[in-house]
């Protein structure tokens, strides 16, 4: 075997390799003239730079750095990353002999250190993030992604003791997925303490929480899912839950859907909503989340409500249309499919949904570069050399079990016992390219069945043949284990898996998983996962800055072709028809073991109804979970079509930059928001094309500006609102609504902030108008006032201060200004209509500041007698 002698990333992929995979040196301080570093350029804490450069000079702690793009840059050392590792050479002869160093003579260690090097070597096999970050350079780093630890004990110390788990996992750069389902619902009594539950979906926002604070002090973002079971009283609250202000927003949701459900969705049936009776002797004990197996131990269980399933399944659709959220997974079908059926129930996905996983499960990931077994000289896959470097990357990842450390027990026990893996891969859109098959089409779903069925093969076997070297896995029960539904499937596609796994035993309980790739395919310039490239040209927003993106293989064809457009196998995630992603889906599930990282892009107009027969159309093929986007859902994303970003600005150091607006606004007021995130050219983790908007030029703000302030009664309490000008036109938003501390008060703030960044990029002329539109008229939980002078919300009180702000001018008297309330008008505001009936007031007799209250989410949170209650749902800060 032959390896490749040098290998050379720019641009974007030599970023991402330098930041997150190669080995680094943990004293900055070593910088020296002459060495490559990342150099932070925009210090800016939701949306950094960073360049690569070479340090030309250095003074005491001060370095001068030159970019790659040529520009000269003064930092602190201890902003510079320092490499250790500088090509990926370097890399992968680390990454071998780390995973070779596990078997068990010396000559062994070398025969696969070299087989390990030969499909590492131009990145025919890409590892996940955390064994390339770690392995062979950290004892202390563990090589698995993303964890799902046990459903929470349905008590404060379970809670705690799941809070803690999560926190320690995170904190070692592994994401978290957790079912709710084994807490108590809303309401339910709490016997030990004389009180109620506030919910499983309360504690989610606990979870939640925390993962916003571990994001905040780390280098990368935390990662959590949270799922509930269809059963679980709570389950609209869950679905709706991020419709309502900041209860849950650093967790992607999604719902465990049985087949009985989906029954009776499609007859129409009425649907329980059930939790087993708390007073059973020793509940706490006995319960784990798993309703079935509490109801065959003849446990009772407690029926909550009686709900129509197609009006959950609606709510569900409908929520899923807004905002992408909640995902479905089919768990009943998925543990039925599942190899670990019989003694491992996967309960949870880790947070991009690819990995089902039981209690104590890990994701151990790496992902083959289909981009580089195009055969030129036969037009058609090698598949010889996929063959090959499938085996290989089996062994591969199942050393890497032996070879990470565990931080927790019960994680090493569990994986030990079931030895569980996930080899994806990445660049099946590029090599589709090569073949001249378009993505989607009928020719496509063929390809696909025979190319993953292939690859299933290959890796199944070569399991079956460490396991006759090594031993199978200690859960293994050959009967039992050929009994799930996919081995099923396997054995009579390919008898001879079915032969080899009962002569020989197999060494993993599952072998395929089709993860996300998101960062290694940028790295190595490739499509990403099992999707169809984004655009052929693209803006990427992440943590190392705002980079311009091309296709190689789209731009090759141009520079071949000049002037001629690009054939019809060229095709981009948006040409595609929704069906045209789920049946792709369908296709590669059928061949892995596990689950898919799969969006299914959708037009603008794509209704509800169309969402319903999208997700029930992948359930009767065979998909074992959806996940939809539709374009213009959310206002912000990683991936986009233009660029936003002031180019003049992204050159600057950092010190040059402008100040940032940090915080963010509520969830009602974002959904207002969307488009306004749009022409910020804000991102986040949903990839979707953008409307383009040339306003990118930041105006800076002087010293001194001038302006009004409208005073505004809103369901929130009196609303202060301030607005100045710059040039005659607004620029500036401030907002005071609520007690300094408060929720109110805080994300009032965030939405003054976000307001005030748009008014003050590019050209000003229609920018006050369009914030207008998108913030008036939104309603919350209630209204105060009647007729013109009804106010929705904060959002809507803005849109009128600023509508009134423009018409008359900030020098006029405000006092016919709609928005503002007489004094009669505010004594009969009508505070029972908008907060179930308790009108309670001050001493002064106004209506007194409310808050968010964290059981109900409405505004209704109110001081009584020294501690906050809520007049909506009884919630007590003091109970």
Not at 376 to 387: C, F, H, I, N
Not at 545 to 574: C, K, N, R, S
Not at 786 to 815: C, M, W
């Amino acid at each position: 075997m032959t390896t490749t002698q040098k290998h050379t990333l720019e641009g974007l992929s030599e970023k991402i390799f330098l930041d997150r995979y190669a080995w680094k040196d943990a004293d900055p301080s070593n910088a020296k003239v002459g060495d490559v570093v990342l150099v932070l350029t925009k210090d800016d804490p939701k949306f950094p730079t960073k360049e690569v450069g070479e340090v030309i000079a250095r003074e005491g702690r001060v370095v001068t750095v030159k970019t790659r793009k040529g520009e000269i840059v003064k930092s602190d050392v201890e902003k510079l990353t320092l490499n250790i590792e500088k090509t990926p050479e370097e890399m992968w002869d680390r990454l071998a002999g780390a995973m070779a160093s596990v078997e068990a003579t010396p000559e062994l260690q070398k025969e696969w250190e070299e087989k390990f090097r030969y499909i590492l070597d131009d990145w025919k096999l890409v590892p996940g993030g955390r064994i390339a970050a770690g392995a062979g350079a950290s004892d202390e780093l563990t090589l698995f992604n993303c964890y799902v630890i046990p459903s929470p004990k349905d008590s404060r110390g379970g809670i705690m003791e799941t809070l803690t788990e999560m926190t320690e996992i995170m904190a070692r750069g592994g994401g978290v997925g957790i079912n709710l389902s084994s807490l108590r619902p809303r309401r339910a009594i709490v016997k030990g303490v004389n009180g109620s539950s506030s919910g499983a979906v309360s504690w989610g926002g606990l979870f939640s929480y925390t993962t916003g604070l571990i994001e905040q002090g780390g280098s990368r973002r935390g990662a959590l899912m949270l799922m509930i079971n269809d059963w679980h009283p709570d389950l609209l609250d869950f679905i709706t839950v991020k419709q309502t202000m900041g209860q849950v927003t650093n967790a992607n949701l999604s719902v465990c859907v049985s087949n009985g459900f989906m029954k009776a969705v499609k007859e129409d049936l009425d649907w329980e909503l059930v939790f087993p009776d708390t007073t059973v002797e020793n509940y706490n004990e006995l319960w784990d989340g798993d309703l079935d197996k509490w109801k065959a131990a003849g446990h009772k269980v407690i029926h909550y409500k009686t709900v129509k399933a197609r009006e959950v399944w609606h709510t569900i659709m409908e929520s899923a249309w807004k905002s992408a959220e909640p995902g479905v997974v089919f768990m009943e079908y998925y543990n039925q499919m599942s190899n670990s059926w019989y003694f491992n129930p996967i309960i949870c996905t880790n947070p991009c949904g690819e990995q089902g996983l039981p209690a104590w499960g890990v994701c151990n990931l790496s992902a083959m570069n289909l981009s580089k077994f195009y055969d030129e000289a036969t037009q058609d896959v090698a598949w010889d050399e996929l063959a090959t470097t499938t085996r290989y990357s089996v062994r591969f990842l199942d050393n890497v079990i032996s070879k990470t450390p565990y931080h927790f027990e019960e994680n090493e026990k569990n994986q030990k016992n079931e030895r569980r893996v996930g080899l994806g891969t990445m660049g099946l859109a590029e090599l589709m390219i090569k073949l001249k098959i378009r993505y989607g089409s009928p020719e496509s779903l063929v390809f696909l069945d025979k190319l993953y069925g292939f690859i299933a093969k290959e890796a199944y076997l070569a399991s079956a043949d460490i396991a006759a070297e090594k031993g199978a896995f200690p859960a293994f029960e050959a009967d039992k284990y050929l009994q799930s539904g996919f081995m099923k499937v396997m054995t009579e596609v390919y008898p001879e898996v079915g032969e080899a796994v009962r002569e020989k035993g197999i060494r993993n309980v599952t072998i395929i998983t089709q993860a996300p790739t998101g960062s290694t395919g940028t790295m190595v310039g490739t499509s990403t996962g099992i999707e169809p490239y984004f655009a052929f040209k693209y803006f990427r927003q992440s943590r190392l800055g705002f980079d311009e993106q091309f296709v190689p293989i789209a731009q090759e064809w141009m520079d071949a072709h000049p002037g001629e457009q690009l054939p019809d196998y060229f095709v981009t995630a948006m040409d595609l028809s929704a069906e045209d992603h789920i049946r792709s889906q369908a296709a590669i599930q059928r061949w892995v073991d596990s689950s898919i990282s799969k969006t299914a892009n959708c037009p603008a107009d794509f209704t509800v109804e169309d969402t319903k027969k999208l997700y029930e159309l992948a359930f009767d093929l065979g998909c074992k979970g959806v996940t939809i986007y539709r374009d213009g859902s959310r206002d912000i994303q990683v991936l986009q079509t233009e660029k936003k970003e002031d180019k003049a600005a992204e050159s600057k150091p950092a010190t040059e930059e402008p100040a940032a607006f940090e915080g963010a606004a509520s969830a009602a007021e974002q959904e207002a928001l969307n488009g306004v995130s749009e022409t910020l050219g804000v991102t986040s983790s949903v990839p979707a094309p953008e409307k383009q908007v040339n306003d990118t030029q930041y105006k800076k703000r002087p010293q001194v500006l001038h302006g009004a302030t409208y005073k505004i009664n809103t369901p929130f309490g009196m609303a202060y609102i301030t607005i100045n000008d710059l040039n005659g036109v607004p620029s500036e938003i401030f907002l005071n609504v609520g007690k300094a501390g408060s929720d109110v008060f805080a994300m009032a703030e965030a939405l003054g902030r976000v307001c005030s960044l748009f008014l003050r990029y590019g050209d000003h002329g229609q920018k006050a108008e369009l914030l207008i539109k998108h913030l008036k008229g939104i309603g919350g939980s209630g209204a105060i006032g009647f007729g013109p002078n009804r106010v929705e919300s904060i959002a809507d009180a803005v849109a009128k201060a600023l509508e009134t702000h423009i018409q008359n001018g900030p020098y006029h008297d405000p006092a016919p200004v709609a928005a503002t309330l007489t004094h009669q008008e505010e004594e009969q505001a009508p505070a029972a209509e908008a907060f179930g009936g308790d009108t309670t007031h001050g001493h002064g007799g106004s209506v007194t500041s409310r808050d968010l209250c964290p059981s109900c989410g409405s505004a209704s949170l109110i001081n009584i007698e020294g501690c906050k209650t809520c007049s909506n749902c009884g919630y007590s800060k003091c109970s």
